[in-house]
C-alpha cells in the first residue's frame, strides 16, 4: 500500500518533486525565465498570449534589443513594431497595447514598472498572470503563475473543483495555489515554471502520461481511476 501523506506534508512532496523535474526536464533556457528586468518578462507575456512559445522565440530576443525600455517603443512607429511582431499575429491589436501600456508607464509611473500588483493591473492588457510573473520573476516576491495548466494539475492531484466558468478568476483557486509556492524565491520560480512544463509535457488535456508522472503516487485522480 502506498502511503498518502497528509495535506502539508503532501504540498512539501509535490513542491519537492516538481522542483526536481523541473531541473532534470525544464525549459530552463527560455530567455525571459533568465533575467531580472521587469520589463523584459512584461514583453514576455503580452507576446505570449494567443501565440506559441516557438514563434515567440524567434522574435523575442531582437524585440528586446530594439526596444530596451517603454521609452525605445514610443520612440518607434506603429509600422516598425507591426512589421517587427508580424509572425506571431494579431500584429495590430498587439501594437496598439505595448504602446499604450508604454505610454502610462512614462505618464504615471516615470518609465518604472510597477512592482505591485494592483498598479501592475492598471497597465492594459496585464491580468493576474502577468502581473505574477512579474513580481515573481524581476521582484523576487513568490506568487504562483496560475493559468489553464497549472488549474488542470491542481484539479488533478488535489481534487480541486472551481464553479466558475474562466476557471483563472477564481479567488479561491489563486488562494489555494498561493500556499503551495515555496518561501525562498528562487525554489518559488523553479516549482512555478515547473508545474506548467510538467502541465504541457507529462500532465497533458488530453492522454496525460500518468504511467511516467514522478508524482502518481500522490495524485487524487490516478489513485481513484487505478
Known amino acids: 500500500m502506498v502511503y498518502i501523506p497528509k495535506a502539508t506534508q503532501k504540498i512539501r512532496v509535490f513542491q519537492s518533486k516538481i522542483i526536481k523535474w523541473y531541473d532534470t526536464h525544464g525549459d530552463?533556457?527560455?530567455p525571459w525565465r533568465n533575467t531580472n528586468n521587469p520589463w523584459h518578462v512584461l514583453i514576455a507575456g503580452l507576446l505570449l498570449k494567443k501565440t506559441?512559445?516557438?514563434?515567440v522565440l524567434q522574435i523575442y530576443?531582437?524585440?528586446i534589443d530594439k526596444y530596451p525600455n517603454p521609452k525605445a517603443i514610443l520612440e518607434s512607429s506603429k509600422d516598425e513594431i507591426r512589421n517587427l511582431i508580424k509572425p506571431l499575429g494579431l500584429e495590430h491589436r498587439r501594437t496598439e497595447l505595448?504602446?499604450?501600456?508604454?505610454?502610462?508607464i512614462l505618464d504615471e509611473f516615470e518609465g518604472k514598472i510597477p512592482s505591485t500588483r494592483k498598479?501592475?493591473?492598471k497597465l492594459p492588457g496585464i491580468g493576474d498572470y502577468i502581473a505574477s510573473e512579474v513580481l515573481l520573476i524581476a521582484y523576487n516576491k513568490p506568487k504562483p503563475l496560475l493559468d489553464r495548466n497549472m488549474i488542470r494539475v491542481l484539479e488533478r492531484i488535489f481534487s480541486l473543483k472551481t464553479t466558475k466558468k474562466r476557471a483563472h478568476t477564481d479567488p479561491k483557486l489563486w488562494a489555494f495555489a498561493e500556499k503551495l509556492?515555496?518561501?525562498d524565491p528562487e525554489k518559488a520560480k523553479a516549482f512555478n515554471?515547473?508545474?506548467l512544463d510538467f502541465a504541457r509535457k507529462i500532465c497533458t488535456a488530453r492522454n496525460?502520461?500518468?504511467?511516467?508522472?514522478?508524482i502518481r503516487n500522490i495524485c487524487n485522480t490516478y489513485r481513484s481511476s487505478s
Open 193 to 195: 515554471y515547473g508545474v
Open 181 to 183: 509556492i515555496p518561501t
Open 119 to 121: 498598479e501592475l493591473k
Open 208 to 214: 496525460p502520461k500518468c504511467t511516467s508522472c514522478p
Open 28 to 30: 530552463k533556457h527560455l
Open 98 to 104: 505595448i504602446m499604450r501600456l508604454s505610454l502610462i
Open 61 to 63: 530576443s531582437k524585440f
Open 52 to 55: 506559441t512559445t516557438k514563434q
